[in-house]
């Protein structure tokens, strides 16, 4: 009796170490939730008259900032896509990042900021066609910068420069992704 004990507990023993080395053995698949694509929403007073994307992916702030003023939408700026070199890191107030994947369509990511500072910068990382940008100050007055559907490579480039310093609440920037994925890369100096 004790030795058909014995053998039993063996037998269970090594049913179990095997169970477990082929477990840890066993392939690990990813599964990537799809993108959720819903309308793209603009508010009254938008200055862009174009046709827009009719839906994207919308992605929330990581930071949520209250903006308690009325908006007002200023005259839309045209981006001419200057490249330039980023300001040294003690310069920088203020910096968050958003990957865009190819199949996700026209993005619309959202950057809470909430800081003061001179200049915004946008440095691409891969390959993104640019619709628009809606920088909200702490004012309520909202510039809306006009990026023209262009299509632009690595690189960093400035947004939007206001010398004479200026709270910004938020960013919101629409992308397409033109490559595997980009980055967008969203700086504020002061």
Known sequence: MKKNLLLFAVTIVFALSFSLESNAQRRRVVVRNRPHHTTLVVRTGHPIRRRLPATVVVRPARRAVAVTAPLVFLPALRWTAPVVTLPAREHLAWQDSEVIEEDEGWVDTNFGID???????????????????EVTFANGNVQVVDFNDETHDSGIYKMLDFADGRHVKTVRILALSKSADTKLNVYLSN
Request: glycine share 10%; aromatic share 10%.
């Open 115 to 133: 800081s003061a500072g001179n200049a915004l910068f946008l440095e691409v990382k891969g390959k993104a066609e640019l619709n628009f940008a």
